[in-house]
């Protein structure tokens, strides 16, 4: 994917959520000198465009009791065309069934961020910009068991 263009706003925007991304949208619009409404469609479509990919907790590891701090990367063996085209297709049955990321993430036992990529895969393929153009597509033209 292209880097998304971001203007002076949208950087002030993402400055104020990464220091505070509990803050109310009408506390975020007066940061950034925007109203409400507008300041709330930006925030969206930040999220919507993948440059906002979540909202997380920062935990205290020591805190909660993890006392070893560890990096996993995991691949696949075979990484051509046709599995990940094969990968694709379940993504896209489950969400025709319904499920969101998380639940495709924890049902193919892959992260988050992996579904994501492949759900932007499989909207860009399709020539639609919604997951919902996409289901609608699938279940329109048969690209998966229903």
């Known amino acids: 994917m292209p880097p998304v263009l971001l203007d002076s706003t949208d950087q002030r925007l993402l400055q104020a959520l990464q220091q505070d991304a509990r803050t109310t ?13 507008p300041c709330w469609r930006r925030v969206r479509q930040l999220e919507e465009s993948g440059v906002i990919s979540g ?4 935990l205290d590891r020591h ?31 489950l969400m025709v069934k319904g499920l969101n990321n998380v639940e495709i993430a924890d049902r193919l036992v892959v992260s988050r961020s992996t579904v994501k990529v492949h759900v932007s ?3 860009s393929k399709l020539g639609v910009s919604s997951r ?11 690209l998966v068991a229903v």
């Open 55 to 58: 909202y997380h907790a920062h």
């Open 132 to 142: 919902t153009e996409a289901v609608a597509l699938a279940v329109e033209h048969k």
């Open 63 to 93: 805190r909660v009791g993890y006392g070893v701090l560890g990096f996993v990367q995991l691949g696949l063996h075979n990484h051509t065309a046709e599995v990940t085209a094969a990968f694709e297709r379940e993504v896209l049955a």
């Open 25 to 37: 949208m009408a506390e975020l619009a007066q940061q950034v000198s925007l109203s409400p409404s």
């Open 121 to 123: 895969n499989i909207l």
